[in-house]
């Protein structure tokens, strides 16, 4: 049999080539690394943490302590590392980054699996995986997108929060689209006092920093909140907060400015804050935002982000099985895919491993099913968006209830319902 090629040997990659070796299925992994370098990685290790050396948490009822419960119900070989090389982290898995990734190295050593220290820079024929990662190398990103269209890879992203539907307080925000064509948005209304003191907080508030090669990263039409704020206190009134066509219900009045919220997907469970793409650190987005009236109890289920990362246009390209749609042979899985973070690139590489382990097999490659995180996630990547950006673990992602719950109980009672869909997936995951 032919060996699968997996290009990048990050997170998703050794996930995926663990998910095809366990199937019996040959593997060739290829990584550019230490050879040719990234601008954040630091080491030619297998599976380098980038950045923090926490997989976030680790409780049932957290969307990411969900998402690695069914991780562990599929098998997946990082996670069994991860744990491995855990250290004190309080509820969080948190990991020693050169024993996580020593560990994937014995893993992969013990499955047979080479790592051939090699770039690749054209995307090769018969079954490939791509999981080259946020800081995909220039060429290979050239010749992805060479076949897959210029306009179909992004560079940076440019994330607004999203935050829950039942938590905004829908007797201060109301339905409406501009000149009354619609109810599609909801609107937060500001006075002009309430706007001023938002501003305020905008200039005040704490930023991430940015990594060096990201400085000079700002893109001009799609600006943090904060920079529009900075550039003068009424550029957020005429730019993403202004009212125009935008009248009160209960007097007919224009009001000074306007937070709207958009819909996020289908159900309608998750609304984002249209044009708030931030970089204020997380605690200052719950600090911040929470002061936009209706939003005093938002709970945030992705946090605002601007970073450089490559990413493809998910909906226009991919099938939720991580096929591309112009090549059934051809897998993209990891941050490259458009989800966002470590433990979700883990999920997109065991996908993208079964999957390709099924059409070696001869068999049908397979959806992952929805009321799971991974079904969510993998159906928000692949659902038309105009206005796609990635995506990481949240409840949002999973179907609504038909029962009135809140807080943690809602929590766990999603958390339950997807490990159960998970289970019974499991069962019949006959690869
Ligand atoms: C600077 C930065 C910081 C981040 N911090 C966090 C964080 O703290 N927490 C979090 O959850 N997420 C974070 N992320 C997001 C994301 O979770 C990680 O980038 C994660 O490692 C993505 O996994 P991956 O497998 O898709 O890519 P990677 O883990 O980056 O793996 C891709 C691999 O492909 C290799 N490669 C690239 N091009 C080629 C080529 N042409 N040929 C061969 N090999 C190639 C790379 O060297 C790399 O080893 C961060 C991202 C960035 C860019």
Do not use: W
Not at 291 to 320: K, Q, V
């Amino acid at each position: 049999m032919e060996p699968v090629k997996i290009i990048g040997a990050g997170l998703a990659g050794c996930e995926a080539a663990l998910q095809l070796a366990k199937n019996g299925i040959p593997v060739r992994l290829f990584e550019m690394r230490p050879e040719t370098k990234t601008a954040a990685h630091r080491t030619g290790d297998v599976a380098e943490l980038v950045c923090s050396n926490s997989l976030k948490s680790d409780q049932g009822e957290n969307a990411h302590g969900l998402l690695k419960a069914e991780l562990r119900c599929y098998g997946s070989a990082l996670l069994g590392c991860a744990r491995q090389a855990r250290i004190p982290g309080g509820k969080a898995l948190v990991v020693d980054r050169q024993r996580f990734s020593a560990e994937v190295q014995f893993t992969l050593d013990d499955a047979g699996i080479e790592v051939v220290r090699e770039e690749i820079r054209e995307i090769p024929d018969k079954l490939v995986i791509v999981a080259s990662g946020p800081l995909t190398s220039p060429e290979l990103a050239e010749s992805l997108t060479g076949l897959l269209g210029a306009k179909r890879l992004s560079f940076y992203d440019a994330i607004a929060p999203i935050i829950a539907a039942d938590s905004i307080d829908m007797n201060v925000v109301f339905a409406a689209s501009r000149y009354g064509v619609g109810r599609d948005y909801l609107n937060c209304p500001l006075t002009r006092k309430q706007y001023d003191r938002l501003v305020n907080e905008l200039l005040e508030a704490e930023l991430h920093p940015m990594k060096d090669f990201e400085k000079s990263s700002l893109f001009e039409p799609c600006l943090p909140v904060e920079e529009m704020a900075r550039r003068g206190r009424e550029t957020l009134a005429f730019g993403p907060m202004k009212p125009v066509g935008l009248t009160l219900p209960e007097t007919g009045k224009r009001p000074f400015a306007v937070v709207q919220l958009r819909r996020e997907n289908t159900e309608g469970t998750m609304f984002n804050l249209v044009g708030f793409q931030t970089r204020l650190k997380h605690g200052e987005q719950k600090r911040v935002f929470r002061m936009i009236p209706g939003l005093e109890h938002a709970e945030f289920l992705r946090y605002g982000s601007m970073h450089r990362n490559t990413y493809l246009d998910g909906p226009e390209l991919l099938l939720p099985t991580l096929q591309t749609k112009v090549r059934s042979d051809l897998f993209i899985a990891g941050q490259l895919a458009g989800v966002e973070g470590y433990v979700e690139s883990i999920a997109a590489g065991l996908v993208a491993g079964i999957n390709a382990a099924r059409i070696a097999k001869t068999q049908k490659p397979i959806e992952f099913p929805e009321p799971t995180m991974i079904g969510g996630l993998l159906k928000y990547i692949t659902t038309p968006n105009q206005n796609f950006q990635p995506m990481n673990a949240n409840f949002g992602l999973l179907p609504l209830l038909n029962k009135r719950v809140r807080g943690r109980a809602k929590r766990n009672l999603m958390a339950e319902m997807a490990l159960d869909a998970a289970r019974k997936f499991r069962r019949n995951l006959a690869v």
